[in-house]
Every structure is written in C-alpha cells, then in structure tokens.
C-alpha cells in the first residue's frame, strides 16, 4: 500500500477521495465549489478557514459566487478576522459582475453605517437593485424603510 501525499476528504457517501486537482490548478469554479462544501461541512469536515482560502483563490479570478460569499465571511468573521471593510469591497466586487444578492448584502451595510459611512439613500438603492431582481428581502426592506420615513 502506498501512502496518498494528497489531502483526503470524505465524500456525502462517507468514502475517501483526494479534494479535487483542479482547485490547486487554478480552476475558479472547482475552487468556489470546494470553498462551499468546507463552508457548511458537506462530504468533509467544516473549515471555515479553508473556505475563505478557497473562495479568496476563486474571488482573485473574478468569480463572483466567491466575492459574495468571501464578503459574508468578514462581515461575521468566520474563518477570517472580522472586516466590515473587506466585506464591502467585496460586495461591490460581485455587485459590478450582475450578483443578485449582493446589492442587499451591501445595502444592510449602509444602512447600519458597517464598514462604510451610513447612508440610507444609498442603501434604498441598493435595495432597490436587488429587489429589481426578485429579492424578497430586499422587497421587505424597502416597505420597512418608507415606513420609518413617515
């Protein structure tokens, strides 16, 4: 028997398998995609800290899932120190590539003043934007804030 130098994970049918060659080959959605199966323990153990890696790798290439998901981590600073900044960024980063989510995302961050200066106006934008989009979220928040505006 010979020794696997790769790093194991189980898999959902609890059989060993090396993590995929593809998410140290540089491959954006192999990476996103690890980074998501370690973010909620699925097929291997939870590491919230190999998840960001993964998703940092992925983000670095522009794929917008992993900017959005990067952005959470530091909001709530799981995996990674909290940064309410970097959460921002990169928000903004997968705002400018068409994700739905992230205008809300951002949006809660203006409204709080979190990371960037409070600014409803913008957050009503934000909001807007993703509500254009179908989020319901966004739809609930903004009927919350034309009421406290009355």
């Known amino acids: 028997m010979t020794a696997n130098p790769k790093p194991v994970i189980a898999n959902p049918e609890g059989l060993s398998k090396p993590e995929p060659k593809s998410t140290g080959q540089g491959n954006a959605a192999a990476q996103y995609n690890a980074g998501l ?11 919230l800290g190999k998840a960001a890696e993964l998703y940092q790798k992925a983000a670095d290439q522009k794929a917008v899932g992993a900017q959005s998901c990067l952005g959470v981590l530091y909001q709530y600073g799981w995996g990674v120190p ?3 900044g970097k959460a921002a960024e990169f928000y903004q980063k997968a705002i400018d590539q068409g994700e739905a989510g992230a205008p809300f995302l951002l949006g809660v961050l203006y409204q709080n003043g979190q990371g960037v200066p409070k600014d409803l106006a913008k957050a009503k934008e934000l909001y807007q934007q993703a509500a254009d ?12 804030l034309s009421k406290q505006r009355k």
């Open 37 to 47: 199966l370690y973010e909620k323990g699925e097929g291997m153990p939870k590491d």
């Open 82 to 84: 909290k940064d309410l």
């Open 133 to 144: 989009q179908g989020l319901e979220q966004a739809i609930s928040q903004l009927k919350k």
